[in-house]
């Protein structure tokens, strides 16, 4: 498997969620603007269940970096980015790996047996990693299902009309048929 957005081992699991914007790139679009545009629409989803979310990196967490999304002091989201062009425009995707409900032992372990095969030199701890579904306060953690609820809370937070503009959207069509992507939405 290849993850295009580049970084170091990213766990991906039924216990996972993991999001996407995809997005022509304005003039004035840089690396830093496109992580904060997605990492604000998550953390307040977050928030809007009680948590307080910190964004800087989580050293010893898998896949360490500035736009870690972290309660509790344990990493819960991770972020990566992937520019390309597209149909003659550039064309960025930002991409979180959000932990939902995983045994974070499980997925250390996970992580590190890959980075092992690989030939690295990077150790993740569990001790760094969270889950949403346990940090939650009890009676939002009742919700069922979180993930749907998540979902719907992001997709209106992403389309306040204040935060995004239409005209760097890529439409599902042209994003699948330059890139032979497929797109999932929930209902």
Request: hydrophobic share 35%; with cysteine; charged share 20%.
């Amino acid at each position: 498997m290849i993850r295009r957005s580049g970084g170091g081992a990213c766990p991906v699991s039924k216990g996972t969620l993991q999001i996407a914007l995809a997005r022509i790139a304005l003039p004035e679009t840089t690396i830093d603007a496109a992580y904060i545009e997605l990492s604000d629409v998550i953390r307040s989803t977050l928030e809007s269940y009680g948590l307080k979310v910190e964004i800087r990196e989580q050293p010893g967490s898998f896949c360490p970096g500035r736009y870690d999304m972290s309660v509790n002091d344990r990493k819960v989201a991770g972020l990566s980015q992937h520019w390309r062009q597209c149909n003659g425009r550039i064309t960025v995707t930002t991409a979180a790996t959000l932990i939902i409900d995983e045994n974070t032992e499980e997925l250390a372990s996970i992580v590190n047996s890959f980075y092992l095969a690989a030939g690295g030199k990077q150790h993740c701890s569990s001790s760094t990693i969270g889950a949403l579904l346990k940090a939650l306060p009890v009676d939002a953690a009742s919700q069922v299902p979180l993930v749907k609820d998540l979902c719907n809370r992001i997709v209106n937070e992403s389309l306040d009309e204040s935060r995004f503009t239409p005209a760097n959207f890529i439409s599902d069509n042209s994003w699948a048929n330059a890139t032979g992507e497929q797109t999932v939405s929930f209902e």
